[in-house]
Structures are given as structure tokens and as C-alpha cells.
């Protein structure tokens, strides 16, 4: 058992400078054999020998305790807005604690992503099957408060814009669940989305890498939509449209929603952007990346 932790966006990175390298087995002359291919550029010292079921779980327990601080970090996030704290002043505030850390702190739209959410429910299947449902439970529920998170913040902006979003537009940016990648595989943004477009929002939705197309498959509303051909895909684009252009996604829209940290969002020129929207005109950013001061 040889599991890679590599990052979308930052796998080459990854690879050429690991935090550890991990290489599970019952067989020593297998494992050092491998481990002498690893020594080729990374120092002995990172590399790790454990028998399979530590190397496995070991695997899905990082995720799973990444997962479980964007949760934890989200959840604080709502009893800030109810306090009149800063989360972003808390997240600072905690992260200084030499035993805590200052990664994964950021509250956003929730966690997404082919691995955390599989990987947590790898783990609940095993607690289940080994005869620990508190186990089971507890780490189920880092995934029910994800859930939580994503459907509150489309809720707060239904409330924010007057309790109703029927017949008006919101300009969504970013679709991926995170920079640097096109992937959307349990995007928050597919679930914000859905309950906009259900709320009887029009979305104008930007992203910089991913393909309209694959869009409309993540908004069809089941699952058997998912074999639709391209022509037939995009004519059922009810409810939103795309837009290769930042300023085009903004004109005429009631609100603005940042969904992914994309670099290129934080340059936005919000006077010009405020010159195109209806008025009032609201910007949430859920990845607190914009500069209040700039917004305003």
C-alpha cells in the first residue's frame, strides 16, 4: 500500500517535495525495495514504513481531518454572523496556536473535491462494519454539516435579497471546487446553484477553466440527464447561461456570489462591476478573498 497525497493544482509540487511518503506491507524486502525508488529525491527521514490496514487508514484519515476543520471552521462561521464576529479574525486568532495550525481555517461554501467526501464515507462504512457506530456517526456528520453549509449560505443569500430570488439574476463566480482546476466532482457550487435555480433565480455563471458543458451536466436535475449528448445538454440550460467574461456574467444582475478563490477575482474592478448591476446591488464572497472596503 503505497497512497499519494497529492493536491489538484499542486500535484507536480507535491510529488518532488512530500510532507511524508508512505509505504504500508507485510513484505520488508518489497517495502525497502520501493523505498530505495523514493530515496532518489526525498530524504529518508519522510519516508514512512507501516503494515497495509496502518498505511490505509492513514490515507483516509488525512483527508477525513481536513474535511472535519472546514467543517469545524464553517460552523463557527455561522455563529459569527449571529455574534457580530469576524471569522476571518477568529480563524487568525486560533491558527496562531502552535497546536492548531493556521491550514484549512478558511470558512467557505464547503468542502469539495473527488476525495474528502468518498474518503470520509470510507471511513464510516468501516467503523459500521467493525462494530463502532459512534465512530460511524461522528464522521458522518462532518459530511451532514458540509451539506448544511452549502444549502445555509443559498438561504442567506435568498434571505439578503429581500426573503425572494424568483425572476432575478445572480452572477456566480467560479464553478470548481477549488482554484487552479476544472474539476467540480461535489462542487459546493453544483449544490448552491441548485437551490438558487430552484428558488427561481437566473444564474450567469463564470469560470475561468470549466467547460459550460460540464456545467450542465452538474445542474441536470437527475441522474439520467448525465447521458444527454452535448447538443441536446446544452439546450437544456434552464435557469442559468454561461459567460467567458467576468463583467459580461455581472451586467444586469441583482447580486454577485464568489464561489472559488480563483486569483483573478480578487483584481476584479468592483466600480466598473457596480456600474453594470441593478440597483441594490449585493456581493457575497464565500471564499473571503475580496477586500470589503474595495466593495463597498
Not at 455563529?79 to 486568532?93: F, N, Y
Not at 482546476?181 to 433565480?201: F, H, M, V, W, Y
Request: hydrophobic share 35%; charged share 25%; aromatic share 8%.
Amino acid at each position: 500500500s503505497n497512497p499519494e497525497f497529492l493536491s489538484e493544482g499542486t500535484a507536480i509540487m507535491d510529488l518532488n517535495n512530500p510532507d511524508r511518503v508512505l509505504v504500508g506491507g507485510e513484505n520488508k524486502e518489497s517495502i525497502d525495495a520501493l523505498c530505495e525508488v523514493y530515496k532518489n529525491w526525498v530524504s529518508e527521514d519522510k519516508i514512512l514504513k507501516t503494515n497495509v490496514w496502518s498505511s490505509e487508514l492513514a490515507k483516509l484519515t488525512s483527508n477525513a481531518f481536513l474535511a472535519q476543520r472546514i467543517s469545524s471552521i464553517n460552523s463557527i462561521s455561522a455563529l459569527c454572523e449571529k455574534t457580530g464576529a469576524d471569522i476571518r479574525e477568529v480563524s487568525r486568532a486560533i491558527g496562531s496556536d502552535s497546536r492548531i495550525g493556521s491550514k484549512f481555517l478558511e470558512s467557505g461554501p464547503g468542502f469539495g473535491g473527488s476525495c474528502f467526501k468518498k474518503d470520509i464515507l470510507n471511513l464510516v462504512y468501516l467503523s459500521e462494519h467493525f462494530g463502532l457506530p459512534e465512530v460511524a456517526h461522528f464522521w458522518e456528520s462532518v459530511v451532514k454539516l458540509n451539506n448544511w453549509h452549502q444549502h445555509r449560505i443559498s438561504k442567506l443569500i435568498v434571505k439578503k435579497l429581500f426573503g425572494t430570488v424568483s425572476n432575478k439574476k445572480i452572477s456566480i463566480l467560479g464553478f470548481s471546487f477549488k482554484a487552479d482546476t476544472n474539476d467540480t466532482r461535489e462542487s459546493s457550487a453544483i449544490t448552491i446553484c441548485k437551490d438558487l435555480i430552484e428558488e427561481g433565480a437566473f444564474l450567469k455563471i463564470h469560470d475561468p477553466k470549466v467547460d459550460p458543458h460540464q456545467i450542465a451536466i452538474d445542474l441536470a436535475s437527475n441522474d439520467e440527464n448525465h447521458n444527454f449528448s452535448r447538443e441536446k445538454q446544452s439546450s437544456k440550460n434552464e435557469g442559468w447561461s454561461f459567460h467567458k467574461e467576468i463583467y459580461e456574467s455581472a451586467k444586469d444582475v441583482d447580486a454577485v456570489v464568489v464561489l472559488t478563490e480563483w486569483e483573478e477575482y480578487k483584481n476584479i474592478d468592483w466600480k466598473l462591476i457596480s456600474k453594470v448591476m441593478r440597483k441594490p446591488s449585493w456581493v457575497f464572497d464565500a471564499r473571503s478573498i475580496l477586500n470589503s472596503k474595495e466593495v463597498s
